[in-house]
């Protein structure tokens, strides 16, 4: 897709999982907040509970994270459907071993996506850090990556048969915007800093 995303708007990432994929969202959450560049992001989630529904954010999606356990479970089924009629790039990413449910089973059949089987968090993190790298480097320059920023990006794209390294943390399974002091300066609130 060529088209322009405003300099100041995040990169929009929608993750549609279902809580049985707690430990992938946030795996997920914690490596794009990772990544060597200097962008603002909004990582958005499957809600949980009471949590809103942010159809809006799907269609929005610069990618949409399809993730499926076994079993589809609502919204996830709306939010493909959502991402699918909004043309929204889709990667769908199978976890291999959970046995499927028969509404799973149709699911994964019928969506007509190319699913990408993983095993665990830390080679899903690993699948879709190359997937996210590559997506950067393709619009470096809609993204206004520096040269060091392309040159780790780069280094992003070993083979994934070398040993994955899973980030640290934890309680990024939830929606949130992940924000760069060198682009972005926000016209309310307040910087918090790691150091206080």
Known sequence: MNEKIPANRP??????AASDLMAERETLGRMIA??????????????????????EAVRQADLYLLLLGGDIRAPVGLEWHTAAYARRPISAFLKQ????????????????VEWQPFSDAAHLRRRVE???????????IRF???????EQLTALMKPETETDQPA????????????SRERFMPSEGVIVDGNG
Request: aromatic share 6%; charged share 15%.
């Open 144 to 150: 206004t990556l520096t040269p060091p920023e392309v």
């Open 11 to 16: 990169v929009t990432i929608y993750i549609s």
């Open 34 to 55: 990772g990544l060597p560049v200097t962008l603002a992001w909004r990582i958005v989630q499957t809600p949980l509970g009471a949590e809103p529904l942010d159809l």
């Open 168 to 179: 640290g943390g934890e309680g990024t399974g939830h929606s949130a915007v992940i924000l």
């Open 97 to 112: 071993g959970p046995a499927r449910t028969l509404a799973g089973q149709a699911f994964v059949r019928d969506t007509g």
């Open 130 to 140: 190359r997937l996210l790298a590559e997506f950067l480097l393709r619009h470096a």
